[in-house]
């Protein structure tokens, strides 16, 4: 099993995948380009800690183990002898390629360069290496220390060892996988949130039925613990529109176009609960 982790990239995913693997006993180096990046990555590790503590999940002792295998840093050189990367930046292709440029030259041979994508083709990403069959989507679910599940995506050219060495690395730190054979923008998760979600908002801006009906009735009828807008409100509604976008972009279909309101959401600052307002007001803080 490997044992050293490096995330680069410490928002709420990457804090959070560098969070269950140094709890599973990884020792984890989290990098992002400032320290106040970091400081908030590591503060919010802190903080979820604390909360297993205080609810019998985890006892103190072990908790403080864990803070204690997390080390950041704004320098990607810390990747240079880590057995498993795992990028979790802006999900923006041009963004992922300087990341991946640089793991290639820093990463050693035979190292797991994971990319935790929602929606861009791992094959695209890998194209900027010159190892693309190292090259794995590890997408994970927020918050990660929750979440059960863990999206494996097979780029063009991943290796059956790189896939099996992503799903070793998943399984180890608690979640359940499955797997995409064919790394179409989206994969399964987000091509499925994505046309829920778009379709609810067209519902809502068409006046069709509110926010809370639409939600309510996805929940009641279809058993899902939350309704799509809620989801989008937690989940960012920014990060979502970039996801359809994404998927937009790369099959030209219809369905995965933002409304007008998504669109408009996101330039008045509308952002779900990370804003405080969304398709819900969430109050200050």
Known sequence: MPTKLAVIGAGLMG?????????????????????????????AIRTSLDRF??????????????????????DLDAAADADVVVEAVFEALDVKHQVFRELDRIAPAGAVLATNTSAIPVTQIAAVTGRPESVVGTHFFSPVPMMGLCELVRGFKTSDETLAAARAF????????????????????????????????????????????????????????????????????????????????????????????????????????????????????
């Open 170 to 285: 998943a399984e180890s730190v608690g979640k359940t996988c499955v797997v995409v054979n064919r790394d179409v923008a989206g994969f399964i998760t987000t091509r499925l949130i994505c046309a829920l979600a778009m379709e609810a908002v067209r519902l809502l801006e068409s006046g069709v039925a509110s926010a809370e009906d639409i939600d309510t009735a996805c929940r009641l009828g279809f058993g899902h613990p939350m309704g799509p807008l809620a989801t989008t409100d937690m989940t960012g509604i920014d990060i979502l529109r970039n996801a359809t976008m994404n998927i937009y972009a790369d099959t030209a279909d219809e369905k995965f176009f933002p409304p007008e309101t998504l669109s408009r959401m996101v330039s008045a600052g509308d952002l779900g609960r990370k804003t405080g307002r969304g398709f819900y007001d969430y109050g200050p803080g």
């Open 15 to 43: 804090s959070g995948i560098a969070q269950v693997a140094s709890v599973a006993g990884y020792d984890v180096v989290l990098r992002d380009v400032t320290a106040e990046a970091l400081d908030r990555g590591s503060s």
């Open 53 to 74: 503590v205080a609810k019998d999940k985890i006892s103190r002792e072990d908790a403080d183990a864990s803070l204690a295998r997390v080390s950041t840093t704004t």
